[in-house]
């Protein structure tokens, strides 16, 4: 394992090995609460952050990586039957439409349409918090059959625990499918909102960013060139019987053509040229309005990156019909030419430009990435039809030749610095294949210090790639597998691959005089190349992680449904000492989650997290009233073997004898028998359930409901463990 030691206030960030057949790119996802996602041919990879370094006894303890050894994978192959949605319909009070259901997949293409499609992954992404149980988030995985299925965890059966380094540790199980949409997956549609039920192909999805109330959206569009925005609310059963999805209102709240001022170009055609995207959609940061918010979504076209203006007026009711508006034409739009895959990534900030509020951000043709600034107050663009000869975008630039064959597979969107602006956001890319010869494999405009300890430049993943691509042997041993073989497709052949194999991951230079008598070490060659399938960053910015696959440069490599060898890569950025204390507030100002703080902390350079990172906890003045009105509750409490008093000892309670009880973060109760108390997954610590407290106290019930949240711990506000 490779450890990042930018900066010595982080953690070792430690990369980690995954057998894995990837299919598509952009499939590593960081959740709003830095759990990491990857997508495979037929499988998803999940993983939980690890934050047992910090105790709630305040000790710290060892970690050995940043990620909890116990990861969920779970197939995502599986035709779902329209029933599925079901419940979606008896909530809304819609009568659920009867159709012909071909299983496998649906929309007008010669594979799908007919049902024939493999259902591989396609591409993958986490919602906001607040839809999933204890307010986690769910994640959206689009598969070959043009089906966008939505994954939660279910009710827990109380078990879903394990300990971990002597406290409990939060597990994966259940997962289960709580709805989906296309491929015979239909949705209820508001009133007055007029649709026609079809058995839909989708192509891309994207979730909007958090709208800081009870809805989300979510827009998504099929091979009709159409764009569906839907919101989503759903309401979770502490009592609910294991596996149970919770309630869900879905619903589709409008529906616009978004084809582009450019004609579909007939396949025949000397000057065609492939396009589509399924990662085409990419939503704005919002402009908060009162109650309202109002945000940018960018779809991509042909030869055309298009910008749609949204609005939602937000309720504080729960489960209620939302409020959406969606202009009527384009914001704005720009002409370019456009490869497969093109992309699009948002900085998250809005700026005030002469009055104005815009929003800026790049497009990844994907040869190349070209900076954009769209105006929130803008007016209408005219996107008159033309060809796309008039704009000059039939053919690709000179300068996108160069790297056409190499796309770009991860962008990324720095922080921005509030007091350094420039007119382009600081970025960082890498691209599919990464070898010795490709120096365009990595790309970034941030300044880069130089590593102290081994002074090499960049994040510590890109450091990784580079020793692996650069390490080389001499011809006579690179290729002595073959010349001893004779027969490359013999099962000695295998054998020797196999080890030879095992050999170059390891990265060792051969050292003077280790058998080389006799060999030419003047001709080395490289005998590893990368391929890069997807970057992230982590919630607040501070991390990157890297998936991917590595290769022999000297014989063929055997793809299997085995897996191929595969490694997620991780790196801090160092922003230097005069940026940091600007992340801190800007960090600080952002809403992240408990969990994203504190991974922003142990790893990414942020700020201290309250409740786990500091000894001493200073209770917050609504906090203190809460435990002084428990105060007299808490006098009368006696240990439930001796009958003596109990005293109260910083987190704990004990009595006479010596026997010690764990106390309620929210109220500082003694916790006297189990089952009636939560986990923090953050902090460790332990807080009463809201029904015991009420049957405790049942005179101060109004208080309790009001004042004390079902999912969050009272010392550090993360999120239970179940």
């Known amino acids: 394992m490779a450890s990042d030691n930018h900066n010595k206030d982080n953690l070792p960030l430690d990369s980690f090995s995954l057998t894995a057949v990837p299919a598509s790119t952009h499939n590593i996802v960081w959740s709003p609460d830095a759990e990491l996602a990857i997508g495979c041919d037929d499988c998803v990879f999940i993983f939980i952050p690890e934050y047992s370094v910090v105790s709630p006894d305040g000790l710290d303890r060892p970690v050995d990586r940043q990620y909890n050894e116990a990861a969920l994978r779970f197939p995502s192959v599986e035709h779902r039957s329209p029933e599925l949605n079901r419940p979606l319909f008896d909530l809304a009070g819609q009568e659920f439409p009867e159709f012909q259901f071909i299983p496998g997949g649906g929309g007008s293409g010669t594979v799908a349409s007919q049902g024939s499609s493999m259902n591989h992954l396609v591409a993958l992404e986490w ?9 986690r988030s769910v994640l959206a995985v689009l598969t070959g059959a043009g089906a966008l299925t939505i994954y939660c965890e279910g009710a827990s059966d109380g078990m879903n625990a394990s300990k971990l380094l002597g406290r409990n540790s939060r597990t994966l199980s259940p997962w289960v499918a709580a709805w989906g949409i296309g491929s015979g997956l239909l949705l209820p549609v508001v009133k007055g909102h007029e649709a026609e039920y079809t058995n839909e192909y989708i192509t891309s999805f994207a979730w909007a960013r958090d709208t800081n109330g009870p809805t989300a959206l979510l827009a998504y569009t099929n091979d009709e060139d159409e764009i569906v925005i839907v919101s989503v609310q759903s309401k979770h059963d502490s009592e609910a019987t294991p596996g149970d999805c919770g309630q869900w209102r879905v619903e589709e709240v409008a529906r616009f053509v978004a084809e582009g001022p450019h004609p579909r170009s007939d396949p025949s055609d000397p000057d065609y040229s492939p396009s589509g995207s399924s990662f085409s959609l990419s939503w704005s940061p919002w402009l908060k309005k009162g109650n309202s918010r109002t945000g940018i979504l960018s779809y991509v076209a042909k030869n055309y990156v298009g910008f749609r203006r949204i609005s939602i007026y937000l309720s504080n009711k729960n489960m209620t019909k939302p409020d959406v508006k969606v202009s009527e034409v384009d914001t704005d739009g720009v002409c370019l030419f456009l490869a497969p895959d093109a ?28 900076a954009f600034q769209v105006s929130f107050d803008g007016s209408s663009r005219d996107t008159t039809p033309h060809s796309t000869n008039e704009c000059s975008t039939t053919y690709p630039t000179p300068d996108d030749v160069s790297t056409a064959q190499n796309p770009i597979t991860g962008l990324l969107i720095h922080p921005p610095s509030l007091s350094q602006t420039k007119s382009t956001p600081s970025y960082s890319l890498v691209r599919l294949s990464a070898t010795h010869e490709n120096d365009a494999w990595y790309q970034t405009n941030l300044p880069l ?19 692996l691509i650069e390490h080389h042997l001499p011809r006579a041993l690179a290729y002595q597998h073959v010349a001893d073989d ?34 030419d070490t003047e001709d080395q060659v490289h005998i590893n190349r990368v391929r890069i399938w997807g970057m992230a960053a982590s919630p607040g910015g501070g991390v990157a992680a890297v998936f991917i696959s590595q290769h022999s440069t000297n014989w063929y490599g055997r793809d299997t449904y085995a897996g191929s060898k595969c490694r997620v890569l991780f790196g801090a950025y160092d922003h230097g000492v005069d940026r940091k204390k600007e992340i801190h507030l800007a960090l600080a100002v952002r809403k992240l989650s408990t969990e994203a703080r504190m991974w922003e902390w142990m790893y990414g350079g942020g700020p201290p997290v309250a409740g786990v990172s500091t000894s001493v906890v200073q209770d917050s003045k609504k906090r203190s009233m809460l435990k002084h009105d428990f105060a007299l509750i808490n006098r009368e409490q006696v240990c439930p073997f001796c009958d003596l008093p109990l005293d109260l000892e910083d987190k704990s309670s004990r009595c006479g004898k010596g026997h010690v009880f764990a106390t309620c973060a929210n109220t500082n109760l003694p916790i006297l028998a189990p089952g009636v108390s939560r986990a923090c997954g953050v902090c460790g610590s332990k807080c009463l359930k809201r029904d015991d407290l009420v049957v405790m106290a049942p005179q101060l019930q109004k208080l309790i409901m009001d004042e004390i949240s079902a999912e969050h711990c009272g010392r550090c506000i993360g999120k239970f463990i179940n």
Request: proline content about 7%; charged content about 30%.
């Open 343 to 370: 992309f699009v990534a948002w900085e998250d900030l809005i700026w005030t430009i002469a009055g104005s509020k815009v929003c800026r951000g790049m497009i990844a043709t994907p040869a190349k990435v070209q």
């Open 486 to 519: 004779g027969d490359l497709e013999s099962e000695g052949r295998e054998e020797d691959g196999d080890e030879m194999d095992a050999y170059s991951s390891d990265g060792d230079e051969l050292e003077p005089g280790d058998g080389l008598a006799g060999i």
């Open 127 to 135: 919602s906001p918090c607040g839809l999933g149980r204890m307010n």
């Open 449 to 467: 210090p130089t590593n102290p300890e081994d002074d090499s430049v960049g994040p510590r993943w890109a450091t990784e790639i580079n020793q």
